[in-house]
């Protein structure tokens, strides 16, 4: 892909994230890890895209 002349180049990052006793939350109850880890992506979501990149 060029734009003006010039070749536009993008990175791709892979995020993975281990959320602290994630496993435990699951075991005793879902809803409150699920939850966790929907905080957790919406707040990596919105710095991406504070910095120009694509969720």
Known sequence: MEE???LLRKLA???RA???AATQLVRHDDAPAHG??????LR???TIEAY????
């Open 4 to 6: 003006s002349g010039q």
């Open 13 to 15: 990052v892979v995020l």
């Open 18 to 20: 281990d959320f602290v």
């Open 36 to 41: 966790r880890i929907q905080d957790a992506s």
């Open 44 to 46: 990596f979501s919105m």
């Open 52 to 55: 120009g990149g694509i969720w």
